[in-house]
Every structure is written in structure tokens, then in C-alpha cells.
């Protein structure tokens, strides 16, 4: 079975601090993706990567990087987090070939206060 | 612009009904491939079924099926006598090449949540 881990269920930050976000995947997937779910807004693409050190943005990538040193770890990094950044995020890992599934995290509830 | 349209924001039914979760996408692409996936309250997202624009034969897994049909651009997915189990939030989704690497992006539906009682 594919295993996509996030590093936290719950996490809760204060405005203004450096927020780093983890997800390992076991699979040796190409791609990994990070995604913010919010009510009624479905899943919104932050950022994706293609390849080791390589990063492209999504649909929503402002006040957000990330980092890909390798293969199999993602990580998001909320630079200065801020209140609006309160939300469910998901890792997700897929290979290569078109059309393949992504295969999703346990997600992370950040709250920032 | 892709687009997935999930109209049913909440069903509630008695277990052991059947019931269809109706899902409705655009895209411009020829091909392109179609998910479900369910989100159950513990939050992971599971993948249940992939479907490419070539195939639309439809597909039966035990209680799950899923009925693709290009003509009304729609892939429906029925769950047959329902369990409390299947309670979760049910989503749909549209994969478009983003020509990045290999790298395909899915476009989501708003998720249909379905609350099965006893």
C-alpha cells in the first residue's frame, strides 16, 4: 500500500512565525503535491513538484514555499504565517504517467492565532 | 478553465438505501481522466476509482458503482444499500496535464457529504 505520512495531525502556531510542514511518501513517486482544503471551496493546489529540487507553483501559492532536497520528502513552509492561513492541508504523492492517481496524507489541521 | 460541479452538498439516508452522488465536469481536453475519492471523518483522502475519457463502460465494485457518461459529461457514482460506514464526504475530480514534467493537476468538486443512520 502506498503510505503518504504527514508530520503532524494538529498544529497550532502564532501570526509571524516560520511554520514548516512535512510529508514523506513511501513509493518512490515523481510527483508530490501540497493542497489547503477550506468549507466550500473544495481542494486548492499550493504548490507541486515534479522532481527533486524541482518546485512549480499551483493556484494559490502566495505567502507559501517549499522545498524538495528529496525524493521521497515535501515540505510546505508558511513564510510569516497569518490568520488566513488557518486551514486543513494535504500532502499527495503520484507517479509519473498520465492520468495516475494521487494518493493522499492524513492531512494537517494547522490553526494560527 | 476545468470545472467539476458536485450539486449535492448533503444527503442523509437510512442504511440499506441506495444512493447516487452526482458529479458534472468541463474540460476542453480529449482526454482526461476522472476520480472519486472519499474523505472519511478521521480526513485522509482515499482513492476508490479512476476512469480515462476513452472508457465509458461502466464499473461495478461490490456496493460501489460508477456510471460515466460523455454525452452529459457526468460521472456518477451510485452506492448500493449503504452502510453507516459509507458516511464520509465524497469527492469528485478532473486530472488536466499541466505539461510540467509529468506532473497532472486535479481539479475538485466542492465534495458531497453523505450521512448514512441507522
Known amino acids: 500500500d502506498v503510505k503518504v505520512t504527514q508530520s503532524s495531525r494538529y498544529l497550532v502556531k502564532r501570526t509571524g512565525e516560520k511554520v514548516f510542514l512535512e510529508c514523506v511518501q513511501d513509493?518512490?513517486?515523481?510527483?508530490m503535491f501540497w493542497y489547503r482544503q477550506d468549507p466550500g471551496l473544495g481542494l486548492r493546489l499550493i504548490y507541486f513538484?515534479?522532481?527533486?529540487?524541482?518546485?512549480e507553483k499551483g493556484d494559490i501559492p502566495e505567502g507559501y514555499s517549499v522545498s524538495r532536497e528529496k525524493k521521497e520528502r515535501f515540505s510546505l513552509i508558511l513564510e510569516s504565517a497569518s490568520t488566513n492561513q488557518t486551514s486543513m492541508y494535504l500532502c499527495?504523492?503520484?507517479?509519473?504517467?498520465?492520468?495516475?492517481?494521487?494518493?493522499f496524507g492524513d492531512g494537517t489541521r494547522l490553526s494560527i492565532l | 478553465a476545468q470545472k467539476v460541479t458536485q450539486a449535492q452538498t448533503e444527503i442523509s439516508v437510512v442504511e440499506k438505501e441506495d444512493v447516487t452522488l452526482d458529479c458534472v465536469y468541463e474540460t476542453r481536453d480529449t482526454t482526461y481522466y476522472l476520480f472519486w475519492y472519499k474523505q472519511p471523518p478521521s480526513g485522509e483522502l482515499v482513492f476508490l476509482i479512476r476512469?480515462?475519457?476513452?472508457?465509458?463502460q461502466n464499473e461495478i465494485s461490490g456496493r460501489y458503482s460508477w456510471n460515466f457518461q460523455k454525452s452529459t459529461s457526468s460521472f456518477n457514482f451510485t452506492i448500493t444499500a449503504s452502510q453507516v460506514v459509507d458516511s464520509a464526504v465524497y469527492f469528485c475530480a478532473l486530472s488536466e496535464p499541466l505539461f510540467i514534467g509529468t506532473a497532472s493537476k486535479l481539479t475538485f468538486g466542492t465534495g458531497t457529504r453523505l450521512q448514512v443512520t441507522l
Open positions: 476512469r480515462n475519457s476513452f472508457d465509458e
Open positions: 513538484s515534479y522532481d527533486v529540487k524541482m518546485k
Open positions: 513509493m518512490d513517486h515523481e510527483n
Open positions: 499527495a504523492s503520484s507517479f509519473g504517467q498520465a492520468g495516475q492517481p494521487q494518493h
